[in-house]
T-cell receptor, first 113, second 115 residues
Framework: QQQVKQSPQSLIVQKGGISIINCAYE??????FPWYQQFPGKGPALLIA?????SEKKEGRFTISFNKSAKQFSLHIMDSQPGDSATYFC????????????FGKGTMLLVSP | DSGVTQTPKHLITATGQRVTLRCSPR?????VYWYQQSLDQGLQFLIQ???????AKGNILERFSAQQFPDLHSELNLSSLELGDSALYFC??????????????FGEGSRLTVL
């Protein structure tokens, strides 16, 4: 059972455009929702994260929008740049401490110059 | 550089063989996680250790086993290898206890190719 569903699988955006990646989860016990960025040949690295007590979190050009009732959250990349080309994973976990992250299957983003 | 070290970076072996992947967590991190990354399944959680004890188990096959040693490094053992075990294996670590923000720090992975 896939607990975190991510779409699209791949995405091509022109430089300066907005990249949007969506995720949906099933487990209402999840309370931590991070996004990880992975460049080729590297391990994933935390990009931005949100908890369900807020509906939006912004860090620079990256914004997470969170809809608790719909059990959905999304990553928006404003003014997308070629350097943003990477694979993006959404994830979710139950209360922090010893819980583990469940990842979506990833979105390959290509920002064309 | 995340501070998590994984060896070897690349490994090519034959079906039926056994391999060991090694991970050194960031200094001070007590938890070690193993993930398998394949094109069709994404990042699949295998197993977690905390200060030497198994803490959580995910989709880990019975042919696979892991342990965390007193110096906190961890090893993932893969045996009776099959073609389908070819994948990237990631180790991650996290800050212990109340300082844990939930962030995982990933190594650069070990790419296993089974021929």
């Amino acid at each position: 059972q896939q607990q975190v569903k991510q779409s699209p699988q791949s995405l091509i955006v022109q430089k300066g455009g907005i990249s949007i990646i969506n995720c949906a989860y099933e487990n209402t016990a999840f309370d931590y929702f991070p996004w990880y960025q992975q460049f080729p040949g590297k391990g994933p690295a935390l990009l931005i994260a949100i908890r369900p007590d807020v509906s939006e979190k912004k860090e620079g050009r990256f914004t997470i929008s969170f809809n608790k009732s719909a059990k959905q959250f999304s990553l928006h990349i404003m003014d997308s740049q070629p350097g943003d080309s990477a694979t993006y994973f959404c994830a979710a976990s139950r209360p922090v401490g010893y819980s583990t992250l469940t990842f979506g299957k990833g979105t390959m983003l290509l920002v064309s110059p | 550089d995340s501070g998590v070290t994984q060896t070897p970076k690349h490994l090519i072996t034959a079906t039926g063989q056994r391999v060991t992947l090694r991970c050194s967590p960031r200094s001070g991190d007590l938890s070690v996680y193993w993930y398998q990354q394949s094109l069709d399944q994404g990042l699949q959680f295998l197993i977690q250790y905390y200060n030497g004890e198994e803490r959580a188990k995910g989709n880990i096959l019975e042919r696979f086993s892991a342990q965390q040693f007193p110096d906190l490094h961890s090893e993932l053992n893969l045996s009776s290898l099959e073609l389908g075990d070819s994948a990237l294996y990631f180790c991650a670590s996290s800050v212990p206890g109340t300082s844990n923000t939930g962030e995982l720090f990933f190594g650069e992975g070990s790419r296993l190719t089974v021929l």
